[in-house]
Each structure stands twice: as C-alpha cells, then as structure tokens.
Nanobody, 119 residues
Framework: QVQLVESGGGLVQAGGSLRLSCAAS????????TGWFRQAPGKEREFVAR???????YYADAVKGRMTISRDNAKNTVYLQMNSLKPEDTAVYYC?????????????WGQGTQVTVSS
C-alpha cells in the first residue's frame, strides 16, 4: 500500500516563498526517484524537479535558481522549496515516485496540492 501525500500549498504573493512536502508510506524515498510535477489551468502537466535515490537533482529550466528539491530520509519526506514565486507558477503540484531512473513513467502519484501566486 503506497501513498504519497502532498502538503504546504496555499496562496502567496509574487516574490514570496512556499515549501511543499511529500510524505510517503509504503515506500522508501531513499531507494526511489522522486519527482515534482505541476499542472496549471488549461495546460498540460509539466516536470518541475526530481531527486534520485543517491541524492542527485535535476530541474526544469523554468524553475532553476528558484526551486530546490530535497529529501529527509528519517521522515521519509521529499520537499520542494519554492522561492521568488511568479504568477505563472500557479498550479496544482504533484509528487511522484518510481523505483529506477531508467523507468519511462512514474509509478506512484500523490493527489496534489494547490499553489496560487497572486500578482
């Protein structure tokens, strides 16, 4: 029974910050690839960031320098620190996990948390 639960979303003014959390049960993030994705109204889901089991990270160009993905193995939680937020960052943010970086698709998905950036 795998469950991913996102939290930390909310309403923030442009230029502000939020930290999203993704808590997992039924799997260990330390042995998985975990990604953050987002979907804005009227747009397709897009990749935001990912962290591998060994800790290496990768970011979409749109968020480089503004967002940081990290992991706390003791809490089995992955975070997305979001700074200098822009209205275009408004979206539902999802975390997802898969066993291997070689996998084509993420296997497990959370329900999402809403992030709204006002101008």
């Amino acid at each position: 029974q795998v469950q991913l639960v996102e939290s930390g979303g909310g309403l923030v003014q442009a230029g502000g910050s939020l930290r999203l959390s993704c808590a997992a049960s039924g799997l260990a993030f330390s042995s998985h690839v975990t990604g953050w994705f987002r979907q804005a109204p009227g747009k397709e889901r897009e990749f935001v960031a990912r962290i591998r089991s060994a800790g290496s990270t990768y970011y979409a160009d749109a968020v480089k320098g503004r967002m940081t993905i990290s992991r706390d193995n003791a809490k089995n939680t992955v975070y997305l620190q979001m700074n200098s937020l822009k209205p275009e960052d408004t979206a539902v943010y999802y975390c997802a996990a898969v066993e291997s970086i070689l996998s084509k698709d993420y296997r497990y998905w959370g329900q999402g948390t809403q992030v709204t950036v006002s101008s």
